[in-house]
């Protein structure tokens, strides 16, 4: 007997807003909110767009970031706070556990003979 397949939606999925207790990554946690806010507001929210508001004249920046090729500095990382409305300690948590992975790369690693 064969099993009855649900309809497939397709409307897209509603975004919930990103918490950063669930990220280990600032470019991934950076993206998703890029993403919520682009369902949720008139604007558009593309890289570019984004890009222009930092001071920017190419996404390339931003992709590098959302792609984890890049960490923001620090100047970037509160205009984007501003403009996607992060709180302080959200960005400064993810830092921390970035730098703590990092540390841990070098510090606690088994040394190979």
Do not use: W
Not at 52 to 58: A, E, N, S, T
Not at 103 to 113: D, E, G, M, N, Q
Request: hydrophobic residues 35%; proline residues 3%; aromatic residues 12%.
């Amino acid at each position: 007997m064969m099993k009855k397949r649900g309809r497939v939606s397709t409307e897209p999925r509603e975004l919930l807003k990103p918490d950063y207790h669930e990220y280990d990554s600032i470019g991934k946690f950076l993206k998703d909110t890029r993403l919520y806010l682009k369902s949720k507001s008139k604007k558009k929210f593309t890289q570019l767009e984004v890009a222009f508001m930092c001071g920017y004249d190419v996404s390339q920046q931003i992709s590098n970031i959302e792609r984890e090729a890049a960490l923001p500095s620090l100047d970037l990382a509160v205009k984007l706070m501003e403009i996607y409305g992060i709180e302080r300690e959200a960005m400064y948590t993810l830092y921390m556990k970035y730098r703590e992975a990092q540390y841990r790369k070098v510090f606690l690693a088994k040394s190979i003979k």
